[in-house]
């Protein structure tokens, strides 16, 4: 009899001795990440520096790109640690810093003249390990592994993958408007590595990546003569597509890169067209009296976002990727312009024009939960991170011709505007280099 | 003549121009110069201060996939105390990174320290919980003080209000300690840090005791208000719930590791793993709860679940 009453009450008692706690409230804000120097085993001569040198600038990178993300807050030292502290980190002291996340590590100079970048992610709290990775490259690239290293942070500090070590493409703009010299322009994100694609003699238009980053397209002029034109960033060259019959405008990727789409205007229609790029073969999508222009493959190929006033205003529609089954996306006040769709697929991003104002904002693609993140004279030309968890975009200010590129994520509470050397349109953000 | 000479002369000049325009159109097509295809090879640093130690032999051929980072091998040791390991594992070591559902993944908790009894006299400090207990108890017992309650004096309220039918005192017919060591065993958990000698004011309470409703209610809102002082999440973790399973000790410090029981509503795991990190670490920032009367420690003991819910978080 005392057996089952004992066993009873082993049985009970953890009921008893269990609380349910519910925790409802707490603070939103940007996690307090340390980013000290990074380290170097021995301090040597490089091609970009001395890797002492080099460790505290590598920090600067990681710290900035965190930091420009509005998710993290660097705290603490920004000077070395030792290098023993890079895989057992004084816990107690980043703790005090009011870090929760330490980012770590070393450079160091190997003997065939490149350099690897040891990337380590602690939590102080937890006083573990959350990731680590190792990045060998040439010292002129040292940028990018730091970009990697935030990266990796990045993706696991916040469960998305990240996005610094991306480029952007750009149209840079100089001169008074009757003569203005347009140029292709390349940078990473951030706005470092800058440099000029064409010359500025022609005039090129509507910059786009492809999917596998080592080519991007875009229009040019030359020859008075509209044209597509291809960029193979590796190998630096450029190559003419094709000059179609009448205006070319727009080109997209599909997400494979098989595929472009573009608009062209013919006999004063503007219709949607894909060319098959390897087989040089072009099929219209479209086909009425209206404007249909600015198409966007989703993600997954299977859709195409456009804008078109066949409905009487400028709005957005979707329809298959055969052109088959459009359908109205838009019904908000104003006109909507330059949807993209983003690389996660939840989420189009376009330019809402209306109030004497071009707004960026972004919607589902069932049409619901549009939301403006943007609320200035005129932003516009939204493109995706490769996260599709920022955009960039370019703002013209009132009483301003010149226009400048910014970074806006999706709660629009972290607008940024990103350094270029001259005037700035057309952005066109590159998927994550491998 | 002159006419001939004339059409010579344009033609010529046509010949120029069209030489002109195709050599400025070579020059225009000439290919700025390219950006430095440079790769970034993914490598294993796990042996880096070793390598470096050794003087650095010839380095290895480059990865061409990433490459998983078991422990790295310190050799060197840090030159600063290192800090005590939490009881799972963690500190220098690289963690197994799981990918998948966060289901009863358990985390290391930080160096648990426990203290041999609970403080003597906490300090009477205007703790939400106090201030709490105060109110539910009021219509109860008038003769409560009015300003602050010594947790003592609380743990005694608290007893009183407890178990439903006070017609007799329940003798326990274990010993409390042993009851909760078996109940250790009986669930098979983790054993709790090492329990400091009863004093005669925690037997007060025995282990399998229960408040009433509001009794209970009022001190699961007392610890989530502490809880809640130190839970930050990153913006956009909203949709997110987490419930944990935390052990205390008498002192109100973490007793073991604090086990991730379910993640639910984050866009993928590695999302999901993230927010209960953030959720862990509030655990851990807050450690010690301080002024939980002591006296009920069977009640508070474990906290099962302590729910975390962000969607009202600003």
């Keep these: 009899m005392i057996r089952p009453l004992l066993l009873a009450l082993l049985l009970a008692a953890p009921a008893a001795a269990q609380l349910r706690v519910d925790v409802t409230q707490g603070v939103s804000q940007p996690m307090p990440v340390a980013v000290p120097g990074f380290a170097t085993p021995a301090p040597a001569a490089t091609a970009a520096g001395n890797t002492a040198a080099l460790g505290q600038q ?14 993290f807050r660097p705290v603490g030292q920004a000077d070395p640690v030792p290098f023993a502290q890079t895989t057992a980190p004084a816990y107690d002291t980043w703790r005090q810093a009011a870090a929760q996340a330490l980012v770590t590590g070393a450079v160091e100079a190997n003997p065939d003249g490149t350099i690897t970048l040891a990337c380590y992610l602690y939590d102080t709290f937890a006083q573990s390990q959350l990731a680590s990775e190792g990045f060998r490259v040439t010292p002129a690239a040292w940028r990018r592994a730091a970009h990697k290293c935030a990266d990796k942070a990045y993706a696991r500090l916040t469960g998305e993958s990240g996005y610094f070590d991306s480029q952007i493409v750009y149209i840079s703009e100089t001169g008074p408007k009757t003569r203005r010299i347009k140029r292709l322009a390349i940078m990473d994100q951030d706005g470092a590595n800058h440099r000029f694609l064409t010359n500025g003699q022609n005039l090129v238009l509507t910059p786009r990546f492809a999917p596998n980053q080592s080519r991007l397209a875009y229009m040019s002029f030359a020859g008075n003569r509209p044209s597509l034109w291809f960029y193979d960033a590796t190998t630096g060259r450029h190559q003419i597509v094709g000059t179609f019959q009448g205006t070319s405008l727009s080109p997209r990727f599909s997400p494979d890169g098989r595929y472009l789409l573009m ?42 976002v456009f804008e078109s006033d066949r409905g009487g205003t400028q709005q957005l529609y979707i329809m298959n990727a055969d052109g088959s089954g459009a359908h109205r996306l838009t019904f908000g006040q104003g006109r909507y312009a330059t949807p993209a769709w983003s690389p996660r697929g939840d989420l189009i991003a376009f330019t809402r024009i209306g109030g004497g104002k071009l707004r960026v904002g972004t919607m589902r693609p069932d049409g619901g939960g549009e939301k403006l993140l943007t609320d200035s004279f005129a932003d516009e030309q939204p493109s995706w991170s490769p996260n599709g968890r920022v955009l960039v975009f370019f703002r013209t200010p009132s009483g301003s011709a010149t226009p400048h590129l910014m970074s806006a994520d999706l709660t629009g509470l972290n607008l940024r505007t990103i350094p270029t050397p001259l005037g700035a349109s057309d952005p066109s953000w590159g998927p994550l280099r491998p | 003549m002159s006419e001939r000479r004339a059409l010579a002369g344009a033609g010529a000049a046509h010949l120029a121009l069209l030489a002109a325009l195709s050599l400025g159109w070579t020059a225009m097509q000439k290919p700025q110069p390219a950006p430095d295809a440079v790769a970034v090879d993914l490598v294993d640093i796990s042996d880096m201060p070793k390598a470096s130690a050794e003087a650095r032999e010839a380095s290895a051929p480059p990865a061409a996939a990433p490459v998983p980072l078991p422990a790295p091998a310190v050799r060197r040791v840090a030159p600063a105390p290192s800090p005590t390991l939490p009881p799972s594992g963690g500190g220098t070591a690289a963690q197994p990174q799981r990918e998948g559902k966060l289901v009863a993944d358990d985390v290391p908790a930080p160096a648990v320290k426990p203290k041999p009894a609970p403080r003597p006299k906490p300090a009477p400090t205007p703790d939400q919980l106090t201030r709490a207990l105060d109110r539910s108890l009021a219509p109860a017992s008038k003769a409560v003080p009015k300003p602050r309650t010594d947790p003592a004096q609380l743990a005694a309220l608290l007893d009183r209000s407890l178990a439903p039918a006070p017609k007799a005192k ?11 060591a078996l109940l250790d065993r009986t669930l098979g958990k983790a054993p709790a840090a090492p329990r400091a000698k009863p004093g005669p004011q925690q037997t007060a309470q025995p282990a399998n005791a229960q408040l009433s409703p509001l009794a209970m209610a009022t001190l699961s809102q007392a610890i989530a208000g502490k809880i809640a002082r130190c839970w930050s999440i990153l913006p956009g973790q909203q949709s997110m719930t987490v419930d944990l399973n935390v052990r205390l000790a008498r002192d109100g410090s973490l007793a073991g590791p604090i086990t991730v029981v379910g993640v639910t509503g984050g866009a993928n795991a590695a999302a999901e793993r993230s927010f209960a990190d953030s959720a862990r670490r ?11 009367p002591p006296q009920s420690y069977a009640l508070w003991r474990e906290l099962s679940p302590l729910h975390l819910d962000a969607k009202d978080v600003k």
């Design chain 2, 170 to 180: 329940p003798k326990p017919r274990a010993d409390p300690a042993q009851l909760a």
């Design chain 2, 282 to 292: 509030a655990v851990v920032a807050c450690a010690p709860l301080h002024d939980l």
């Design chain 1, 263 to 304: 608009s062209l205007i013919r006999a004063g229609n503007a219709n949607i067209y894909r060319l098959d790029i390897a087989a040089k073969a072009l099929d219209r999508l479209t086909d009425g009296p209206s404007i249909d222009t600015s198409p966007s493959y989703s993600p997954d190929g299977s859709k195409i």
């Design chain 1, 58 to 71: 590598v920090a600067a990178v990681i710290a900035a790109d965190l930091k420009s993300s509005g998710l």
